[in-house]
């Protein structure tokens, strides 16, 4: 399974850090004394508070894209959802050579954001047109945090990246005409996702354990 694939990347970058600090060192280097002045970050541990944040981030999209698969099967539209959550896998498992020379947590942190940036990417598109988002899914703070963390013109560079896959992953016209795709928008449409939000925590949970964990707050 791939997700599996990617928590093994995940639990290998984890105990490089642990033995090497890279991505630590980078943050003392380079980031928290430029840091957007929106991020407030605790007066002790601040480093090592940023780097649980991105462990936190990273750790979600293997949860996320298990919980969505489980989602867009149990609504019949499996087949639309899947090519975006196998280009979000594919970020770990044949990362592109837009983030070659980065290492450990710092390449998972880029790869990480390329999968959460096309996801909100392909929701925002989702809800122009038809009011709701394929999967109840808001990361937009925590990518604000990282896209920072990651700083610019780098981070701008993988945003352009995502928006280029996103316009040839999206959904063709037809696509919105189906029945599945009509009955899971009218459905959504009613319950505002109350039901899949209770039996995925995670969908919900995730945004908010991500902030306070780190303690940081916009």
Known sequence: MATNAIRDTIALAKLHEQQHGHLAKLFDQHVIDNIHFAIQLPEQESTASLVDFVIAYIEHVPSFIDAARSISK?????????????????????????????????????????????????NDRFMIRTSIPLVPMDMTMSNLIIHSLIGEPFANELDEAVQYTAERAMFKEHIYDSPEFKA???????????????????????????????????
């Open 74 to 122: 149990d609504a019949h539209i499996q087949d639309y959802a899947e090519p975006v959550l196998r280009i979000a896998e594919e970020y770990f498992l044949k990362p592109p050579e837009i983030v070659a020379g980065h290492i450990g947590l710092d390449e998972l942190m880029d790869e990480a954001y390329l999968a959460h940036r096309l996801i909100e990417e392909i």
């Open 184 to 218: 899971y928008i009218d459905k959504h449409k009613d319950n505002q996702w109350d039901r899949e939000q209770q039996h995925w925590p995670c969908l919900t949970d995730s945004l908010a354990i991500n902030l306070q964990f780190s303690n940081i707050h916009l």
